[in-house]
């Protein structure tokens, strides 16, 4: 081992990123490229009448104009359920109805304007409740005649119901016989966007003998290739697709979507390279966005508070089109209770369709929800049953020997170490401090917490592959079908490689860009499953790599190849050190003093696959999802004004267990990341959508869709545990994802606490805690009619950091100076 | 990207520019002038509005000065929010379009365009509402420089083809002890929820206020009720919401009953420092 784990090593692509050099996928040269535009629907459900194109033909310089009776094909992962472009029916607002192909931007996006749809408007359902309703119209009417594609989704034809998971464990009426205190609550979080940096955008060409080209920005180039062979009956070979670095994806680039248009696009130009151009709105409202949740949760305790049963339903808002729904579904069945043992469990997980933007996996696969309903139920248990709310998440962490709903039996190297996060989180954020403490008249400060677990839900044979090659000067070359998105999820690659060969680690170089007729195959870079799918064949490619020096060198040495040692980039018999091989004049293949041959050039090759998965019971829910968990504790402090319910984050603590702390600042990059986006999604972002009229999304644009600020983010506390997974690399778990996961539920039970005040549905904007509040008759300190309406001493409005007022007193005035 | 083409021209006089709006409104183009451009390009990219024609009127020396004439500070109305609140001419007015998108929009965002734009906060009226300032405007019949109230109601009232030459603020304003409180929905910076700008003069309260409706205004009877010292605080504040001239705005940024709630509570913090203020003698 080459000492490389545990250093701050810096990530490969780190002078690409802040020099400007690193390459997007709109960022090569468009010279030669025509472009498109989409013309997206208005309205949210409605039948296509017709659609002219003749006005946009005759545009100056647009090539063609594509609707979706050119290409009926449709496309998913799990469910074959999703038009190229909407055929006959929009399924929601800002779904593709018409592609217009030109010889550059201005006139394309012309052209896609004057396409003239008629529509007919159908009635629309915008919440899992609506679309269950018995009288609810049907988002998809032929939905038992589609393909699928994965054999445990189980869609209900004749309703809006696209899968459901049931869970089953123990003995109901015992649990809630056993039980002296019960809650029971609804929740609500909206849906909302990944909202990363880079637009999502795709270029497409086809060459005169059928090679199809993509450049695109995606998290998933191998299933873009498998897709498109899918859907258009092309062989997979003749499909190459090129995906450079992409800028944020956090699963909203997993989905196949703008590569298809990219694809039809040059088909229709005979082949000629096209550049696909969404912009923000589009990207925002047309493209995937995170899944809404609606759940109801029912727990039963000991007058001590032990769970002693749980009762959970799950309605996830998939949109119009499932995509990878079903497995969010699925991983919130498999997850449902939270990190504790619960031996009595009923839990029913359904995917809904909606009229909203179709959703997908976004940071966490719906795990920052599962858990916001599940945390802020034992926040309310622990205030039943007057406990204190870590004490209950603590008598209540699942432990090794224990049960997983899906009734996996817990190690510490399946669940890591819950009990040591509380205890850290606990001294992290001096808990005992934790009660809501009054500032001046108008302000308090308050610490909330949750915990948190996920395992990944890949498909149970998702494969990973490396190849390593070296250069002349004895340096290594990584390659992998792994995307870089910003996780450096390559660099810790790089590392391992590193470590376990014995050299250093700017001696190894990432193949950063992934060419599908290049790269060995990698399922998708999501899940956070990386270092642990990708890093299993890393370590393999570098035992194969170990194996030759071993063999080449025993020759070259006349050793026994089991006294061959590798280090420090030397080859040498572990009896006679002084006595080496450089790795530069042997990884190309040994010459002797004399000139003789010996041996070969050294190649690496690893190949690996998730192995002892399996699908749930259709009736139990029993079964392995993922191969381990990584759990973990947080929390929130704010300092809340009572006057208006604006409030400021002024900590945030996470303690994780993430088996083995390979890149301390890299992986507390992530895990900060994570939070940020925690708090940003909780305290103002949802889509919210008219519900009269055409049901477009009211917030389309970043005028309207607030996200977190620079500035405006808390002191991040991190620490972490470290309790290896056995069957990782190196012991690490999956942690890239994991950040985002407790906070919303944090950020709730603060506020909850700072007020008074039970918040169950996000997000949590000041005016929606004001509403809330009012309804719940605790508004009267709120200026409302007949309060004294206070006036305010100076210094609470100027701490109202989270939203404006200065306005601490009357200023002097003054003159041109 | 703006898919349609427009002409562009950036004359150096203000005679030039209206030349150049009337020459292209006269060939048929539909014709804008051009501050900043943040609104007219954010605009022009959605598609909502499509200038055949923009006259810049930032290389106009008139419209770009900041400086002290007579017992007036005149301001161009092409001076970008940034250059102003830096210069500190007037505190107030620092303060109110110091508030107004960020540092970098500031940078861009000028006088004029902020007063006539159509995005309805317009905060860069608020102190001038409160100053008896003046307003001079070019047109094709030449300038007429008169009071901002006169064509001020609510937008600015301009003839065919004229613009903001400039502002005119009677320095003796920018001397008095004066409040700037801003509030919008989730964070600092963002269209307001409500914002306002006050000043005291002679004893007296003068506000005026935007976001909580769908334009600024200043109201002579609201200020009346708030400096009757006949009614308590509470009273005085219920008081000012009967005057609102319309009903708070309810839209997607924020609703109509967090907007009265943030009016009454704001209202109420400059009632108590108007008291205090009183007290103390009119000092922070």
Redesign the interface.
Known sequence: MGGTIGLNVKRKEAWAKVTGQAKYTDDFPTVGHYTARLLVSPYAHAKIISIDKTKALSIKGVKAVITGEDYPNLSGTLLVDRPILANKIVRYAGEPVALAVAVDEAAAALAAAAVEVKYEVLPAVFTPQEALNSTAPLVHEELGAYVHMVEDINPKPRSNISCHFPVRKGNMAEGWRNSRVTIEQEFFLPPSDHLAMEIRTARAEISKDGMVTITTSSQAPFEVKKQIADCFQIPAGNIRVHVPFVGGGFGGKAPVMQELLAYIASREVDGNPVRLVMDRKEDMTAAPSRAGLSARIKLGATKEGLLQAAELTFWLDNGAYTDIGPYMVKAIASDCTGPYRVDNLHCDAYGVYTNHTYATSCRSFAHESLTFCIERAMELLAEKLAMDPLQLRLVNAITPGQYTPTQVQGSFSNLGNLPACISRLQELTNWQESQPMQITADTVRAKGMACFWKAATPPTNAPSGAVVTFNSDGSLNLNTGVVEMGSASQSHLAQMLADKLGVSDDQVHVVMEVDTQLNPVHYKTVASITSYIAGRAVMRAAEDILEQLRKIGSEALGCFPEDVEVKQSRVFARQNPDIYIDFQDIVMGYKDIFGNSIGEPVLGRGTSMFKGLSNLDPKTGKGRTGPAWTVGAQAVEVEMDLKDYTYHIIGAYSVMDVGNLINPESMAGSVRGGMAMGLSMASRESFSYAKQGRGEMTTPSLRSYKAIHVGEEPVYQLDFVETPQLDAPYGMRSMSEHGIIGIPAALANALSKACGVAFNHLPLKPEDLWRTATAAGAGAKAGGSGAEAAPAPAAAASSAAFTAGPGAGFGEGGGIQ | ?????FAYCRPCTPEEAVQSYTAYEKAGKKTLYYGGGSEIISMA???SITPEAVVDLKEIPACCEL??EGSY?NMGGALSLRAIAD??????MG?AVG?IADHTNQCRITLGGNLCGTIIYREAVLPLLLTESEVSLQGPEGVRRLPLQKVFDGRMRLLPGEFILKVHVP?K????????????????????AVSLA?I?EKGKLKIAFAGICSYPFRSKEMEAALNDTAMD??QR??KAVELLPEKPADD????R??RE??F??????V???LSA?SKAG???
């Open positions: 990207m703006i898919p349609v083409n990219r959605v598609g400086k002290e500070i210069s500190q001419c007037f505190p107030l303060k508030r320095k304003y920018a001397q008095m002890p004066y409040l700037h409180v801003k509030k919008a929905p989730t964070e600092k910076i963002d269209y307001p006050a005291i605080i509470t504040l219920n997607v940024h924020c609703s009953g967090y709630l943030l009454k509570n704001m209202l109420g913090q009632l108590a420092e203020g009119a000092k922070s």
